[in-house]
């Protein structure tokens, strides 16, 4: 287990020192930030006074290995547009997107499994069980933003059941949580539902019908070996789910780092984009670590790979 750690461990950090050094390219890419960050029509004496404050006039490389070093403490130039350091800005709002990414993620699990369960634990169930799926398909053809917006004018605009924006009541999350949810549902119910089938087919589970175990048992046994495929795709999708967080956060207004985002984007807050960036990255990093380690949890022949070489 150890062993599993440590391998698991080193391919995160490869990944998150892979990650900032594409950002800190992208920073360079288009010459000195001093320039992006500058106020509009700031004179070259400015600019100058600007890069050299925040060390971009220094060597490239030395510039590299203080970027790094300082992205991985946290520490990145004040925010212009909220006069604080940008990462406190971005964990003000952390809560927020974790709050929604979670239930969102946990409530199309949920989904997934039943729907899953319901369409593939029966082989004769015809068009009376494959309603649920049908309806899955329909929510992964219609995009996110369309959805979101379909969403606000049933339920807010027509019906007045739900708030369309802000944070400012537990209701608030129902309509973003639903928007995020409909984009990752599809892939996990049908990648759950396909390998239970596929589990039901195998000759164990034949074995233990013939045995005379309860149809139930069998299900569940085959649920069981279906749920590693499925938290491949549940990862994937977690990692998508914080770029989505982006969209939705904008049409809702809901006050996480999503939106936050585009606020710094729309003001030219060049530190904020890219603090908000960083913790991005390194989101999408942690996630895929801790879907590794369940590949651990959930199959023991995981841990021991790689053992004999």
């Known amino acids: 287990m150890i062993r ?4 698991r461990l080193s391919l995160t950090l490869l990944a998150v020192w892979g990650a900032l050094s594409a950002v800190f390219l992208v920073l360079h890419s288009s010459g000195d930030p001093a320039v ?18 925040l060390g971009y006039d220094r060597p490239l490389a030395e510039q590299y290995f203080s970027f790094f070093g300082d992205a991985l403490r946290g520490h990145f130039p004040d925010s ?20 929604l ?3 969102a993620l946990a409530a199309a699990a949920l989904l997934a499994l039943a729907v899953g ?26 995009p996110g933003f369309y959805v979101g917006v379909l969403l606000v004018w049933i339920f807010g605009v027509r019906l007045h059941w739900l708030p369309t924006s802000g944070a400012t009541t537990a209701t608030s999350i129902v309509l973003p949580v639903a928007t995020l949810a409909c984009g990752v549902l599809p892939p996990l119910a049908r990648v759950f539902r396909n390998n239970l089938r596929g589990e039901l087919a195998r000759p164990y589970s034949r074995t233990g019908t013939a045995l005379g175990m309860s149809r139930a048992r069998v299900v569940r046994h085959a649920a069981y070996g279906s749920l590693l495929p499925t938290v491949t795709v549940l990862g994937l999708e977690a990692g998508a789910l914080l770029g989505g967080t982006v969209i939705v956060e904008s049409v809702f207004s809901w006050p996480g780092v999503g939106q936050l985002a585009v606020t710094a984007l729309q003001n030219q807050d060049y530190p904020l984009v890219l603090a908000d960036l960083t913790f991005l990255i390194l989101a999408f990093v942690l996630v895929n670590l801790i879907v590794d380690l369940l ?6 022949r995981v841990r021991h790979e790689g053992r004999g070489n």
Do not use: C, N
């Not at 547009?81 to 974790?98: D, K, N, S, W, Y």
């Not at 590949?295 to 023991?300: A, S, T």
């Open 101 to 103: 990414a979670g239930v």
């Open 295 to 300: 590949y651990g949890v959930l199959d023991p």
């Open 36 to 53: 992006m960050m500058a106020p509009i029509g700031a004179p070259p004496e400015k600019v100058a006074q600007l890069s050299h404050a």
């Open 117 to 142: 369960l319901w369409t593939g634990s029966r082989e004769d169930g015809g068009a009376r069980r494959e309603w649920p799926m049908w309806v899955v398909f329909l929510a992964q053809s219609v």
């Open 4 to 7: 599993f750690l440590t391998r």
């Open 80 to 99: 212009l547009t909220f006069q604080q350091p940008a990462i406190e800005v971005v964990l003000q709002r952390l809560g927020a997107t974790v709050l």
